[in-house]
Nanobody, 124 residues
Framework: QVPLVESGGGTVQAGGSLRLSCAASGSASKSQCMGWFRQAPGKEREGVATLYLTFGTHYRDSVKGRFTISRDTAKNTLSLQMNSLQPEDTAVYYC??????????????????WGQGVQVTVSS
């Protein structure tokens, strides 16, 4: 069973919305730190949002106020609601889990279990 499986990607016009989901199984579903990362063509992978348990959120500056990360522990799913999407948000988005480095906070580092990724394309 694949531990992290993303869904919900697609193509949307600028200003539109998408919701990504990540189904976690096995040990991945028990991870305290989960997050979303993205990689645009020709660029390095970057952190988008992380979540400690169900309440400790961390966002990159460019998505604050537009993206919301959440977790449903009963369904073992991690979600990313993306509003007011812009062309610069175009990338492959990855769900990931990582170690707990600090209680209540999951920085964009040391994430070591990754999903297969899902494409998000925002047209202008």
């Amino acid at each position: 069973q694949v531990p992290l499986v993303e869904s919900g990607g697609g193509t949307v016009q600028a200003g539109g919305s998408l919701r990504l989901s990540c189904a976690a199984s096995g040990s991945a579903s028990k991870s305290q730190c989960m997050g979303w990362f993205r990689q645009a063509p020709g660029k390095e992978r970057e952190g988008v949002a992380t979540l400690y348990l169900t309440f400790g959120t961390h966002y990159r500056d460019s998505v604050k106020g537009r993206f919301t990360i959440s977790r449903d522990t009963a369904k073992n799913t991690l979600s990313l609601q993306m509003n007011s999407l812009q062309p610069e948000d175009t990338a492959v988005y990855y769900c990931a889990t990582g170690p707990t480095l600090a209680a209540g906070f999951c920085p964009f580092k040391d994430f070591n279990l990754w999903g297969q990724g899902v494409q998000v394309t925002v047209s202008s």
